[in-house]
């Protein structure tokens, strides 16, 4: 009989499970890694409550989590945020953060990713950062513990407020509000020389789009929205570059070296909450609620790998790492 380990698999909206797995004998140019800790991602949550992210639905029974922490057989140990920078790394690239001297930034968004994008903008030299969210709490974390330059709170609608009668008046609304950010900044209309959207709520690309000064680059970041109502005017005749992110590629090593070089300030007050592999539903709640039992910030979850816990066997038609692909590739 093979190796087995635990693993948390989702097998619908909220329908987590503990189940043994094969451990998958490593082929030529492959490692194994064992697992110590695994941080759980804002798609990571889209999955468990919806049973997709975006595009990309759930189509059989998954193993949940790609930031993982752990020991590579005889080769040392890897950093569990170093996979939330690469995704902020391979942006700054795609928008070609250095072609900018100190650029101004916007990071829309205060979740893990953003946050990250905050820091990295301040190591890569940016002149300003200033984050963007409805969250106060999470705002104090991106200025008083990452030292982000200014925060705006988006201003939540009074309770009655009818929503946007069409598409065309949702834009208007984005667009006020991305003037009122400006103005309260003291911006003016200057706008901002890049903009990272880290939330892929479609009011918040809109936005985005409205805060880049002309002649910049808004890198879309966030996943959710499938189909987008956005500002293409206002955008093209303002040379506004759309630029879209899509995971990293050949990251990982600078990811590690700027985790391990001190330059990215606060980093090590991200991880806030620790749950067992057997809280994992536990653990998607707390991140689902923003805020843990104790009323505490919530800004990055982790689920630890350190005890055995008790296992539900898998039907023997589940597959390892499951499927997932957007609809229209099944």
């Known amino acids: 009989m093979s190796p087995q380990h635990t693993a948390a698999v989702l097998h619908g909206p909220k329908d987590l499970r503990l189940q043994s797995r094969s451990i998958l004998p490593p082929q030529p140019g492959q490692a194994q890694v064992q697992i110590i800790a695994t941080g759980i991602c804002g798609s990571d949550l889209h999955y468990y409550t919806h049973g997709r992210n975006g595009d990309f639905v759930l189509r059989s029974p998954l193993v ?8 590579i057989t005889a080769l040392g140990p890897i950093a569990a945020l170093a996979e939330p920078l690469a995704v ?12 900018t001297p100190n650029p101004r930034v916007c990071v829309i968004g205060s979740g893990a990713v953003g946050l990250l994008a905050c820091s990295l903008s301040i190591a890569l030299g940016a002149s300003s950062v200033t984050a963007i969210d409805i969250d106060e709490r999470k705002l104090d974390f991106a200025r008083d513990i990452l030292g982000a330059t200014n925060t705006w709170a988006v201003p939540i609608p009074s309770k009655g407020t009818p929503p946007p ?18 103005q309260e900044l003291g911006m ?6 890049i903009v990272f959207e880290c939330t892929g709520v ?3 690309i809109q936005m985005a789009i409205f805060l880049a000064r002309p002649g910049s680059r808004v890198a879309l970041v966030g996943m959710g929205t499938p189909i987008g109502y956005i500002p ?10 759309i630029i879209g992110v899509f995971r990293y590629a050949n990251c990982y090593p600078e990811a590690l070296d700027l985790l391990g070089s001190g330059k990215l300030r ?30 505490d910030l919530v800004v990055k979850v982790m689920v630890d790998v350190t005890e055995t816990p008790t296992l539900t066997p898998p039907p023997s038609s589940d597959r390892i790492l499951g499927s997932l692909a957007p609809p229209e590739l099944m």
């Not at 949940?64 to 020991?71: D, K, R, W």
């Not at 009668?165 to 400006?182: G, I, N, P, T």
């Not at 293409?232 to 570059?241: G, K, P």
Request: proline letters at 1%; one cysteine or more.
């Open 64 to 71: 949940l989590g790609h930031e993982a922490a752990g020991i």
């Open 88 to 99: 902020v790394l391979h942006a700054s690239r795609r928008a070609n953060f250095t072609s």
């Open 165 to 182: 009668r069409d598409k065309d008046e949702a834009v208007a609304r984005s667009k006020a509000l991305a003037h009122a950010a400006l």
């Open 188 to 193: 003016g209309s200057d706008g901002f020389d």
């Open 202 to 204: 479609e009011s918040c």
């Open 232 to 241: 293409l005017s206002s955008s093209a005749l303002r040379e506004v570059d």
């Open 266 to 295: 606060g980093v090590e007050n991200m991880v806030t909450q620790r749950f067992p592999l057997e809280q994992t539903d536990r653990a998607f709640e707390t991140l689902r609620r923003g805020r843990d039992e104790n009323d």
